[in-house]
């Protein structure tokens, strides 16, 4: 089969629920690239109860907004990994306009085109209902919902065997606070890449196999498209 390259990096905003880690994974595993999901490397850190880890847990479980520094640090070491070279899809990242800000300069520096962003826009009730169906695999990340995609056996990937599990920020009363993160905090990158001439929407309410052509023709789109931000 003919390898795709990606060569760039897609970033993938919109509010919780939206289906963006659905989308990055399938991406992912299509161009052979890797889904950097920050919200996926905080919850793995803590986890693992490192120093970093400790310090999210809280904010996460408010519903808030880890700050930007250790968020920046973090996305900086993962992009020096030897699989990033070819391009990579940032799931729920950059979430400010500092954290965007400073994407630029590090793509700049790694020397990536512009970036492909693609907003996923879903109305407020339609999100309230994914996230409180959702269930991801502890192995590949897949994700599903008890309500539209369950697995074919309760609580067991269908792609690996995984064990299904619940987040603990999918609380209805921290998603609504992760709502409001979003309004305030990154609802004004949609604007920020719009000048820019980078955003690209989709519907996010269509289903899984549509929003993923959407985006397949997205990346057909933007190849050969070429400078800096
Ligand atoms: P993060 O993990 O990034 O969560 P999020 O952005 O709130 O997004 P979600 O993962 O909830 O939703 P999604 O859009 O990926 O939807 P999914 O595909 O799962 O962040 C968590 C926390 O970490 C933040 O609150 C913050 O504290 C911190 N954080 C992370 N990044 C940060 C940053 N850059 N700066 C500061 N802090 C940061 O789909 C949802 C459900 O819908 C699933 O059940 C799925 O099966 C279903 N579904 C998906 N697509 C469809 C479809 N088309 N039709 C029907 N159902 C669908």
Redesign the pocket.
Known sequence: MLQMSLNRALIFL?P???????QANRVARRYEVPHL????M?RDAVTRGTELGRMAKP??ER????PDDI?LGMVEERLSRPDAKSGFIF??????IP?AEQLDEILKRRGFSKPVVVE?HVNADVLLH??A??WTCSVGGE???VF??PPKVAGVCDNDGGKLVQRC?DRPEVVKE?LA?YERQTKPLEDYYRRKGVLEVVD?T???EE?SRALAEIIKRAEGRDGHL
């Open positions: 919109g919780p629920g939206a289906g963006k880690g659905t999901s920050t919200g996926d905080l904010i996460m519903g808030e907004l880890v968020v799931d729920g990242f950059p979430r400010t954290q996923f994914r996230v169906g959702r994700t599903y919902n539209e995609r920020d992760r993160a996010g269509a289903n899984v929003v």
